[in-house]
């Protein structure tokens, strides 16, 4: 059984597809589902002068989150991360040697390094939100949210 | 049939060995007197210090150039030497001829050192830059924004009536072919440089910002006048183009570090995109790797900042003189769609100002600076809009554009001291070959292109007088082809919603047709004639047309490299006149 499978299996388990299928009482009995959150709950705030965090990102921060997108096409075939986007992208947009931070992705760090085989298809990751400027110590890749510690399968 | 092969290499070989050392300034500079610049001589191999001779019209280079000499034994990354003075100047007019020995190796170039005349013909300088401008820009224009009856224009672009001209070449010292960087440089400094390069001559080392160095603009006058300084764009002001102005670096990816080269200078009014280069990285929406804050970086040495249209209205009345205006963190949005369609990244950034708005507040505080001013104006999105190959986009930005030159020539009928001249910084593989027209029978789209005498005349409208057309999407509209391109799907319709994105990447890193257009009814594949790492319509080679007006504007004329371009900006504003002793 390949790790894909079993990310995939703790998904159906627990995870957001039983919240969204129990009924409301059961669902607010379950204190470990991870809240969700959606790409257009990112920022409260665009200028000029920078983005700001929506509060609700804020409220999450250092919570379980669970997020749908789509993993861009990774830098390399295995690594422990990889970067959910709000649409298929045919490019990492964050990958890049400018690695400039777009506003609309999230960088997913997982548990170990895994092999992607993942094309463009809606996953739903789950994990631990991180708020904040980061640089990769081993990629020099600087990101602003990431989830960490975390897992996906087919949404 | 052989001896010929043998005698070809054999002089192949002997030109290579010649080659093998370079000498900056490359062979043929032309150089204002008084201008510091670097100089550097690359050696081929590694040689002794002591066998090092590098001479001026017979004299040891340091003494004519006015600064030390340094030895570099091996260059990073290279297994060679070079000599490099940094910042020297050379005070006389004339042909200098720079002649480098060393280990066997001999190289001769020789310079071009010029005086500017001792009186000043104009005060202030106008430069308009449509990026990428070509010759189906501007009729693509003229016909959308003024009409045309019976094969006569209806109207004139404001561009039409510059009384002077001359075609300008447009290559690089490395290609045939150009981007915006070099060819932009080469206005700004006098000198031709590499593919990418910005105010500096590529050397061979890894390190992007240690190349040899030559003065911008900006830096000559900041050091012989009190003229005023003014760069407006619509794109990032860090993009090549505005980058020109101010900076030195072999990348003009260098973005963070242009940004600090702009603070180093200081130019009086700075309009444009990019604010995401001047926030710090704790910041986010910033692309910096450092704490940097040039937005209170220059709030500091007293700018009034706007960050949107109200606020750039509301600096207008500003008494310092000195506005940072950035209205995007990106790339701006082009006229159709920030005033019209409300699409791309507009939902985001509602309140962008236009090219024209942005020339006016410029145009404004300048002239506040009784000595005089160098304004430069970037019609960016031309070219923006141009590699996608949305047609439409690009000539509505190049009305705009024009809009923006009328408010120069509008200046300059109450300061005839003022030299204007517009241009483009290189070409595109762009023609206008008739009209598309949705009436024609059939489905197929390409039996509704007319060409000759069945394109007839396209049939936009302009009934609120703006001087754009009231839609792109009527139902004969001007059939515009480029001749190089990616695969993609050719839909014969405008864009409605958002920019062309004619290709995407595959997993391969090929760019393959974006399957998003393959749906428009009548959409057909067009395999690319140009390789599958090219995601873009690309640049052409073809000759730039330059048009000027007023004092100074009669030395444009026939075929100009564009680094002669810079020498007619400082005749006209007669910065250099030879010392009389
Ligand atoms: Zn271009």
Same mark, same amino acid.
């Given at each position: 059984m390949n790790r894909w499978s079993l990310t995939r299996r703790r998904l159906l388990a627990t995870g957001a597809l039983a919240a969204a299928t129990l009924p409301a009482l059961a669902r607010a009995a379950a204190a470990a589902t991870p809240a969700r959150l959606d790409f257009d709950e990112l920022y409260g705030k665009i200028s000029v002068l920078g983005l700001e965090f929506s509060e609700k990102v804020k409220a999450l921060a250092q919570k379980k989150v669970a997020m749908r997108g789509f993993m861009a096409p990774?830098?390399?075939?295995?690594?422990d991360f990889f970067v959910l986007t709000e649409i298929p992208m045919s490019l990492c947009p964050f990958c890049s040697s400018d690695a400039d931070w777009p506003d609309n992705i999230v960088v997913i760090y997982l548990d170990k390094a895994q092999t992607f085989e993942q094309a463009n298809a809606l996953i739903e990751v789950t994990g631990t939100l991180e708020v904040g400027s980061w640089t990769d110590p081993n990629t020099g890749f600087l990101s602003r949210l990431r989830i960490v510690g975390a897992s996906f399968g087919a949404a | 049939m052989r001896s010929f092969i043998a005698a070809l290499t054999l002089t192949t070989c002997l030109v290579s060995v010649a080659d093998a050392t370079t000498i900056y300034p490359l062979d043929r500079a032309t150089i204002m007197i008084g201008s510091p610049f670097d100089t550097k001589v690359e050696f081929d191999k590694v040689v002794k210090a002591d066998e090092v001779k590098l001479t001026i019209n017979g004299e040891p280079a340091e003494k004519v150039l006015g600064k030390d000499v340094q030895f570099v034994e091996k260059e990073q990354g290279v297994d060679a030497s070079a000599v490099l003075i940094r910042a020297g100047a050379i005070a006389k007019p004339g042909t200098y001829e720079v002649k480098a020995t060393a280990g066997g190796e001999t190289k001769t170039v020789s310079w071009h050192v010029y005086a500017t005349p001792t009186s000043a013909k104009a005060k202030n300088v106008i430069f308009f830059l449509g990026d990428g401008m070509s010759v189906a820009h501007r009729t693509g224009a003229r016909i959308m924004s003024k009409g045309m009856t019976e094969g006569k224009a209806n109207g004139r672009l404001n561009m039409d009536d510059l009384d002077r001209m001359a075609f300008i070449g447009t290559s690089a010292t490395n290609a045939v072919a150009t981007d915006s960087a070099n060819t932009m440089s080469a206005y700004m400094t006098g000198h031709k440089t590499a593919v990418n390069a910005l105010g500096v001559y590529a050397d061979r080392t890894k390190n992007s910002l240690d190349d040899p160095k030559v003065e911008t603009i900006a830096e000559a006058l900041r050091r012989t006048t009190k003229k005023s300084i003014g760069v407006v764009s619509t794109a990032e002001i860090e993009d090549a183009t505005p980058a020109a102005v101010v900076s030195h670096t072999r990348a003009r990816a260098d973005k963070a570090e242009i940004a600090g080269m702009l603070f180093d200078v200081k130019p009086d009014v700075i309009l444009g995109g990019g604010s995401a280069y001047f926030l710090p990285k704790s910041t986010v929406g910033s692309k910096r790797k450092d704490e940097k804050d040039y937005v209170k970086m220059f709030r500091d040495e007293g700018y009034t900042f706007a960050g949107d249209k109200t606020e750039l209205d509301a600096a207008r009345g500003t008494n310092t003189g000195k506005i940072l205006g950035l209205f995007h963190t990106g790339n701006m949005d082009v006229t159709l769609d920030r005033d019209?369609?409300?699409?791309?990244t507009v939902g985001k950034f509602p309140n962008q100002p236009g090219l024209v708005q942005m020339t006016s507040v410029a145009l404004e505080q300048l002239a506040k600076n009784p000595e005089g001013f160098f304004l430069m104006v970037e019609g960016a999105s031309i070219d923006k809009m141009s590699h996608p190959m949305d047609w439409d986009r690009a000539f509505v930005e190049t009305i705009e554009f024009d809009k923006a030159i009328g408010l120069g020539l509008e200046f300059a009928k109450t300061h005839p001291d003022t030299l204007i001249v517009v241009t483009g910084d290189h070409t595109h593989g762009v023609s206008i070959i008739g009209t598309v027209d949705d009436?024609? /029978?059939?489905?197929?789209m390409r039996e509704k292109v007319?060409?000759?005498?069945?394109?007839?005349?396209p049939n936009y409208e302009d009934k609120d007088g703006d001087?754009? /057309?009231?839609?792109?999407?009527?139902?004969?509209?001007l059939a515009t082809f480029s001749n190089n391109y990616p695969d993609y799907y050719e839909t014969f319709r405008p864009k409605l919603d958002g920019p062309f994105e004619p290709s995407v990447q595959n997993e391969k890193k090929e760019y393959v047709a974006n399957e998003k257009y393959k749906s428009v009814p009548g959409a057909v594949f067009r395999e690319g004639n140009m390789p599958r790492s090219v995601d873009s319509e690309v640049h052409a080679v073809d000759d730039v047309v330059l048009q000027a007006t007023g004092p100074g504007a009669e030395e444009f004329k026939g075929y100009m490299e564009e680094s002669d371009v810079y020498r007619v900006l400082v005749d006209a504003l007669a910065i250099a006149p030879q010392a009389t002793n």
């Open positions: 990774p830098l390399k075939a295995e690594a | 019209f369609l409300k699409k791309g009436e024609k /029978p059939g489905t197929e007319g060409t000759y005498a069945d394109a007839g005349f001087g754009y /057309p009231d839609k792109v999407d009527v139902t004969r509209r």
